[in-house]
């Protein structure tokens, strides 16, 4: 035991020297230091043995193992250190059921004892592991050469009938160096930085074990021979007696799973270097520069090295790269750009470099702001929607903090641009297509107006023109009346009151009944669009509301009337 634990610790020294001179030897004359890490293992599991030393009437039973290691690899090769304890059980097989001595006196009567044999190894060797490039999984393969002490192991079967008579025997084991070696595949993921759990198995082999002879009796191992006639059996004849050891390797494989620490050092610190690449985004049809656009630099095994978003000119730069192959792409709103690429023999010859990536895509792009109407003040978070029911076509983004928007329009078609958001009225603006060239404009440029609605607070709907004593619905007033369909399929709980004014020319009678005609056909167009027709309610004011000085009998101009002239809506809270 005393040799052993010499062993162990000039074995513990030698490893420490390696990381130690490992450790101070990292920095190369390039000025770079490699990438190494420590790793400390603990693990548990199951041992199945093979004792290959001639003793047939003895079988040795699987049992316990634990071990740890400690590992120190140089990137994907390395050096470990193992340290496990092993423990298997002997068991005699020899026949004690229908047993008989030569003389035919049946024996029932039996010792029987075993002592479990604990083996520890110690050993040393090298390493390979692959890794992930997130260094989740790794996988390792792992050899050891030491020594093992072997301890335990003695086995005997007596009858105790009459004679005592030793059966079956085996004196164990007292090996204190037995050659060893052993190879382990460990697979590793780590949940952590530096935390992981690994399952693994491994084979071990003892070389020339020593047997140990028993003092008493001479023998390192005994059975008496038997024969087995119709299910009994009969010993007779001289034992197999061994009185030396056989010196007889034994082996055994097993499964393990346990837990890793593992801690990287020494990672790679290139040079500085101060290459620099310049990037602008353009549209290919009309050369415009692309502010705002996502600018992604790759590796070749396509992993993003730098982000970056293009300035008002189109363009972003990427300092202090190292020349090397790279792919340039880029995204303006969700669309991808044409991509670029730059070798490192450009990067190599020139401090800078400048790229292009272009926007290839034929449809347009509406650019533009949603404010509250009559004011300035942006609407942030409102829906902006993009769509033509004939093609079944819908599109919908929302605005920033400064109530900007990008939105794609497809190149052909008619198409109407609102907002949605809560309590807010929208305009709708009309795009047709038509009226642009896509190797002109790639932006079509469009602010809107929402206006805020209170409870019961009137707001005036444009363009509801009639005719003079008439109250039919012409074209130009509904697209103005489609707003109003369409704030109420946004807000489905929402009861509005739809009301019509005249001026105060002509009788009260008669302005009274024109304007209830003309509130009630404003009504029916609504309900036509799919509205139900009890969240509304047309209602006339004929001259009863004037918003200026012109009741009967004052002289107005047209303008003046005009101002009174009117159909408004206003939501009902109550």
């Known amino acids: 035991m005393k040799n052993l634990s010499k062993f162990i610790c000039c074995v513990l020294l030698l ?104 083996r520890v190894f110690l050993g040393i060797g090298p390493d390979f592991r692959y890794y992930t490039k997130n260094k989740k999984f790794v996988a390792e393969i792992n050899t050891r050469v030491g020594i093992a002490m ?97 010196d007889c390797d034994i082996a055994s494989v097993g499964v393990f799973a346990g837990i890793t620490y593992n801690l990287d050092f020494g990672k790679t610190k290139e040079k500085t270097s101060n290459h620099t690449l310049v990037v602008t985004a353009k549209d290919e049809y009309t050369n415009e520069v692309l502010p705002n656009t996502i600018v992604y630099l790759k590796d070749d095994a396509n992993n993003i090295i730098q982000t970056a978003t293009t300035d008002n000119n189109g363009v972003v730069k990427f300092d202090k790269i190292k020349p090397n192959n790279y792919r340039i792409e880029g995204a ?29 895509d034929r449809n347009f792009i509406i650019k533009g702001r949603v404010f509250v109407c009559n004011t300035t003040t942006p609407i942030s978070g409102i829906t902006v929607v993009l769509e033509n029911n004939d093609l079944a076509f819908k599109k919908t983004t929302q605005t920033n903090a400064n109530g900007e928007y990008l939105l794609q329009l497809p190149s052909t078609g008619e198409y109407n641009l609102y907002g949605k958001k809560g309590s807010y009225f929208s305009q709708i603006e009309r795009v047709i297509t038509a009226n642009y060239s896509r190797d002109k404009n790639l932006f079509v440029k469009l602010e809107m107006c929402s206006e805020l609605i209170d409870c019961d607070k009137a707001i005036k709907l444009n363009n509801i023109l009639f005719d003079v004593d008439k109250f039919d619905i012409k074209d130009a007033a509904k697209p103005e009346l489609n707003k109003l369909v369409q704030f109420m399929r946004d807000n489905p709980t ?68 005009a101002i009174n002239r009117r159909t408004e809506m206003k939501v009902l809270c109550k």
């Open 15 to 118: 490893f420490l020297g390696i990381i130690t001179h490992a450790q101070t030897s990292t920095t190369t004359e390039s000025g770079t230091t490699k990438n190494h890490s420590i790793m400390v293992s603990a693990r548990a599991g199951y041992d199945f043995p093979w004792y290959y030393n001639n003793t047939p009437y003895i079988k040795y039973k699987g049992g316990a193992m634990a071990g740890i290691s400690i590992d120190y690899y140089w990137k994907y090769i390395g050096a470990g250190l193992d340290v496990d304890y092993l423990r298997n059980k002997p068991k005699s097989t020899y026949p004690t059921t229908n047993l008989q001595d030569a003389v035919s006196t049946p024996i029932t009567s039996f010792i029987n004892n075993s002592k479990a044999v604990n």
């Open 150 to 246: 072997l301890k335990g192991g003695r086995t005997e079967l007596r009858e105790t009938n009459s004679a005592n008579y030793l059966l079956n025997f085996h004196a164990g084991y007292d090996e204190k160096t037995a050659l060893t070696v052993k190879g382990q595949l460990r697979l590793s993921y780590f949940f952590h930085k530096n935390i992981g759990v690994h399952i693994g198995t491994y084979y071990m082999r003892h070389f020339n074990v020593t047997e140990k002879v028993d003092a008493a009796t001479g023998m390192a191992a005994k059975y008496q021979p038997f024969t087995t006639t119709a299910g009994t059996s009969t010993y007779s004849g001289p034992s197999s007696v061994r009185t030396t050891s056989c």
């Open 332 to 360: 303006l709103n969700t669309i991808a750009l044409d991509a670029n690429s730059v070798s490192k023999s450009e990067l190599s010859n020139k401090k800078s470099v400048s790229k292009e990536i272009l926007y290839s």
């Open 494 to 561: 929402v009861k509005v009151e739809v009301s019509s004014h005249t001026d105060s020319r002509g009788t009260t009678e008669h302005n009274q009944t024109l304007s209830q005609n003309r509130a009630d056909a404003s009504v029916d167009y609504i309900v036509s669009q799919g509205i139900s027709r009890d969240r509304l309610t047309g209602k006339g004011y004929g001259e009863t509301k004037l918003l200026n000085a012109c009741p009967d009998n004052v002289n107005c101009t047209e303008a003046q009337h």
